[in-house]
């Protein structure tokens, strides 16, 4: 014998939240936004693989040539291009004039990330006092004048 509904112990089943107007516009633009990205994805794509193989086709060419004209084993002659490019990776430079990473450099390298991602700021109107309020918009912090 089954117990009756909403007694205690008895399995019920969770309802989601009815889809109103909101909800459905956020799932509508969901949509199309997975839909634009698919979209320049594909297009991207087809306009940039047989170029990209063809890019592919011609350094195996020349990785060949170089091996067999200087006579070096292909597996040494990747593994030694596998460590060149760590280190252009690492910021590892030939001829390096100075150091990546000195003063100006990194001076520059922060007021680039600073002046393109950095953080935003927002001037506030407080109406009950009539004072602007400069606040720095960072999500998950206490707007200005809010209570807990």
């Known amino acids: 014998m089954m117990p009756p509904r909403g007694a205690a112990g008895s399995c019920r089943r969770r309802r989601l939240a009815p889809l109103n107007e909101d909800n459905g516009r956020f799932l509508l633009l969901a949509a199309l936004i997975a839909a634009y990205l698919s979209a320049g994805a594909t297009v991207f794509s087809a306009l940039e693989s047989p170029s990209e193989a063809a890019a592919q086709l011609r350094w195996n060419r020349t990785l060949h040539n170089f091996s067999r004209i200087f ?28 150091p990546r990473w000195d003063f100006p450099g990194a001076f520059y390298f922060v007021g680039t990330v600073v002046s393109t991602i950095g953080t935003r700021f927002r001037i506030l109107w407080k109406r009950s006092s009539d004072t602007i309020a400069l606040q720095k918009s960072i999500p998950g912090t206490k707007k200005l004048g809010q209570k807990k």
């Open 71 to 98: 006579n070096i084993s292909l597996p040494e002659l990747r593994a030694f291009l596998r460590s060149y490019e760590a280190a252009m990776a690492a910021g590892i430079r030939v001829d390096a004039l100075r």
